[in-house]
């Protein structure tokens, strides 16, 4: 199994990023297809692995089959095509499917979904009834003090509030011990001051209990904090697979650089082995043939601009967001370009400007081209 096997460097400076968890593969997808009833299916010809301890997210859209492939994995869902793959075992395909109870799989739900009639501590304990009564105890003491919710075990889930919610869905899901930890937006139902310190939480604890762990999450920074690696979905497919640094730097369509943070797209030409736009020339980095139409990727960061009465593209808007100005200009062709200065950099709007870009490396697309990695 050689799917998760990567060797990983920064894109702009080329230095090795530190490695994802070496372990063994635990689950593996290979080229599964997932259909509701007949139709158009919710995803399609997925692939990708994942090494133990490894934190991986589903990044996407809504629609875009996130939870279809959470689903897939945890057994609720039969595939049409592909194989999955749990330690090493045949869980699911066209022929076969293994029930969720014989998978070893938590999942943290949107909802929690915790038991209403349930206290805490029988939450925690619910899949447990295996094991021996001292056994049992002693593990949901454990995941009690490892959430910080030693002292509240007799409470009912509503009275409890909605981060505290979440650490004993996530303690009920890591009672089981589980190979893999699904986890479906679990942010999306906290408010968004509690969403950094929960992630914080959340993740330190899949660090202190070695979980591995498939994240969804729509939101890419919630991604790129929290991941080894990351999938991105469109509709359906999986566009790249790469770390976060990969997936930023260098995305692999136009829909990826679009989905990961502001970028513009400045068309270009192929002329004399370099690529001529109106911002200036950039070099020809995959190589296209002369008279080929390409866009050039750019990202706000890149762009950088100084006030000059010979300037020729034109502020239109500022927006200030605390630790920067973020720029709209628009180009003497009209097309639109955005630039990040400091916080402090205040230029009014209609300033005359020149553009200079100062990136370490160029994306290049060509235009008109299906956009699917
Ligand atoms: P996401 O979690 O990324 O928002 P989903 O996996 O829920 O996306 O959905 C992927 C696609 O599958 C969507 O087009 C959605 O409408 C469809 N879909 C999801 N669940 C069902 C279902 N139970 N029956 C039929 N279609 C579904
Ligand atoms: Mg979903």
Do not use: W
């Not at 689903?71 to 330690?87: D, H, K, N, Q, S």
């Not at 790249?240 to 513009?264: C, K, L, N, R, W």
Request: proline share 7%; net charge negative.
């Amino acid at each position: 199994m050689s799917l998760g096997q990567r060797q990983r460097h920064d894109a702009i400076s080329g230095n090795p990023l530190p490695d994802p968890p070496p372990g063994p593969t635990v689950l593996e997808l290979r080229h599964v297809t997932c259909a509701y009833e007949q139709g158009r299916p919710a995803i399609c010809d997925i692939s990708l692995a994942i090494r133990e301890g490894e934190i991986l997210c589903l990044l996407g859209p809504s629609g875009c089959g996130k939870t279809t492939t959470l689903r897939v994995i945890a057994g609720f869902e039969p595939v049409t095509a592909g194989e999955v793959y749990l330690e090493g075992r045949l869980v699911s395909s066209p022929d076969s499917l293994v029930a969720t109870e014989r998978r070893r799989i938590g999942m943290v739900f949107q909802d929690y979904a915790l038991f209403p009639h349930l206290r805490v501590l029988d939450n925690i304990a619910f899949g447990l009834h295996a094991l021996p009564k001292d056994e049992r105890q002693a593990r949901v003491s454990t995941l009690l003090a490892l959430i910080g919710l030693t002292g509240l075990e007799r409470r009912y889930p509503h009275e409890l509030s909605g981060g505290q919610q979440q650490r004993v869905a996530l303690a009920r899901a890591l009672a089981q011990k589980p190979a893999v930890l699904l986890l479906d937006e679990p942010f999306s139902n906290l408010d968004p001051d509690m969403t950094g310190k929960m992630r914080e939480e959340l993740y330190d604890l899949l660090l202190r209990t070695k979980t591995t762990a498939i994240l969804v999450t729509h939101d890419h920074e919630e991604a790129f904090a929290m991941a080894d690696r990351v999938a991105v979905l469109r509709d359906g497919r999986l566009e790249q697979f790469d770390s976060p640094e990969a997936i930023y730097h260098t995305p692999a369509s136009p829909f990826v650089a679009d989905f990961v943070g502001q970028a513009d797209f400045v068309p270009g030409l192929i002329e004399n082995g370099t690529v001529a736009t109106e911002i200036g020339s950039f070099p020809n980095q995959k190589g296209f043939a002369a008279g080929t139409k390409v866009v050039v990727m750019i990202r706000p960061d890149d762009v950088h601009i100084a006030p000059s009465a010979q300037g020729t593209a034109r502020v239109t808007a500022r927006q200030f967001r605390g630790s920067e100005n973020l720029y709209t200009l628009q180009l003497p062709s009209g097309d639109i370009l955005h630039s990040s200065e400091t916080s402090t950099s205040i230029y009014p709007i209609g300033t005359l400007v020149n553009v200079h870009v100062l990136a370490t490396h160029t994306v290049l697309f060509e235009q008109g081209r299906p956009t699917s990695a």
